[in-house]
């Protein structure tokens, strides 16, 4: 089981930017990709980004793509979520997953394919 931890989620007014980061540990190869979810009150979970750890394939929903980067620092055992032009619908909680390719080395942004979760950041955007 690979355990997670979110951190440095905030208060940042719409066009501001935010690093989120995610340390992990107890990393197994059965779970290759890292990504990023959010939820919004009311809102259904839904994935933001995702990347595969040997490959570093990444994947973007649509309304990120352009904004965010999400990249890994094997060497720290952390995955960050650059966030870039921040938006008031980007408000969220934002949490990172570890889970399974649906493909090879493509993974996913469906939270079905994604096993251990952290418990969670918040990000909230001001207009």
């Known amino acids: 089981q690979v355990q997670l931890a979110e951190s440095g989620g905030g208060s940042v007014q719409a ?9 992990t540990s107890g990393y ?6 890292l990504g990023w979810f959010r939820q919004a009150p009311g809102k259904e ?15 973007y929903v649509a309304p990120v ?34 889970g399974r390719p649906w493909y090879g080395a493509m993974c996913a942004l469906d939270r079905g394919y994604y096993s251990d979760w952290g418990q969670g950041t918040q990000v909230t955007v001001s207009s």
């Open 65 to 98: 793509k352009g904004r965010f980067i999400i990249s890994q620092d094997n060497a720290k055992n952390t995955l960050y979520l650059q966030m870039i032009s921040l938006q008031p619908e980007d408000t969220a909680m934002y949490y990172c997953a570890a």
């Open 28 to 33: 197994t190869s059965s779970s290759p990709c």
């Open 45 to 59: 979970r839904e994935g933001v980004a995702a990347i595969h750890t040997f490959g570093a394939g990444t994947v």
């Open 15 to 23: 066009g501001g930017s935010l690093r989120l980061s995610c340390a």
